[in-house]
């Protein structure tokens, strides 16, 4: 199995996604670890533990950052995700289990070391955590089999961002957290909105999930109302894209994507702030900024009906 550590500020798109790796046979779940972003670290927290319990996940969950490593937070998106991080389905929960006792970043270092270049960090939330632990032992990137990162707008096909013109939420709630993160030397495969919204998920999905998905399809239906809502009015579009569940996808199945080779920064500061740029490694430019730092990989293309199949399949 892969074994995959789960950073995430659960968030509904976040919630299916821990669900589409909890149900994947070829996943094995070795943590999750929660951060501030679509709400406040102790909502995404409380949310991991409700789906930890309520889904008989047994793996570790520890609560990571509640802030952005330089910048001021942000209020949450509650427009988009609800005020309880779960589309306002009215969880009333009081977890019985308690978090790891370990900070995020300590989590993720620990995992790290005792699988070394076994594990899989799927980061669908702002990058804190893992900017933390690369700070803290920077000696444990070479040991990481792969990042895949749900964030950024690379501007392929004229697609921006989905919070500025220029840039996506993820990046934008830690920029200098997502820059540390692209430069280190792991590799680091991009899944940004330029594929993200290639990858529709309809109504009429979320339909047939509640039919034929048992208590996942139903509870991801319950929890998908709002933000339905919220994508169907601001995007025209009948359902929601597929964000988290798509660094998912990419892990169980490269070939979905086609992916194009460069280092890649994240912006820190003024107008364009969370902005993500790639050099295209067969691009020529004189000597900058970008010399020595390690080609990653951002994903240019996507296969979006074939990977909604290997979604729904799941369930
Ligand atoms: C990302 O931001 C959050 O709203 C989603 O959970 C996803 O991780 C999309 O920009
Ligand atoms: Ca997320």
């Known amino acids: ?21 909890h149900r994947h046979p070829a ?46 937070k942000s209020p949450p998106p509650t427009f988009v995700h609800g005020d309880d991080g779960l589309g306002n389905v009215g969880l009333t929960f009081e977890p019985t289990r308690r978090p790891d006792p370990r900070p995020a970043y300590r989590l993720i270092i620990d995992t790290v070391r005792r699988h070394p270049g076994e594990i899989t960090l799927i980061a669908v939330g702002p990058l804190t955590n893992l900017a933390l632990a690369l700070k803290e032992a920077p000696e444990i990137a070479p040991l990481v089999k792969e990042v895949v990162v749900m964030g950024g707008a690379f501007g392929v096909g004229g697609q921006g961002g989905n919070i500025t013109p220029v840039a996506e939420a993820n990046i934008h709630g830690d920029p200098h957290a997502a820059d540390l993160v692209f430069t280190a030397a792991w590799p680091v495969t991009v899944v940004g909105l330029d594929v993200t919204h290639r990858v529709l998920m309809t109504d009429a999905d979320f339909r047939r999930l509640r039919e034929l998905g048992g208590e996942d399809g139903d509870f991801m239906w319950s929890i998908s109302r709002h933000y339905v809502d919220f994508y169907s009015e601001r995007e025209a579009i009948d359902g929601c894209y597929v964000h988290d569940s798509s660094a998912v996808a990419y892990v169980l199945d490269p070939s979905l994507f086609e992916v194009r080779q460069g280092p890649v920064r994240a912006v820190g500061d003024g107008l ?7 050099r295209p490694d067969d691009r020529d430019f004189p000597p900058t900024a970008w010399d020595g730092l390690p080609s990653q990989r951002v994903c240019v293309d996507v296969d979006g009906p074939r990977l909604m199949r290997l979604f729904m399949d799941t369930f």
């Open 1 to 21: 199995p892969i074994k995959v550590l789960f950073d995430t500020d659960p968030g509904v798109d976040d919630a299916m996604a821990l669900l589409f790796l």
């Open 27 to 72: 996943i094995e779940l070795m943590g999750i670890t929660t951060v501030h972003g679509n709400a406040r670290t102790d909502t995404t927290t409380r949310n991991a533990l409700y789906l930890g319990e309520h889904f008989g996940l047994e793996t570790p969950i520890a609560r990571g950052a509640a802030e952005p490593l330089v910048m001021p």
């Open 272 to 278: 364009a702030m969370g902005q993500t740029i790639q």
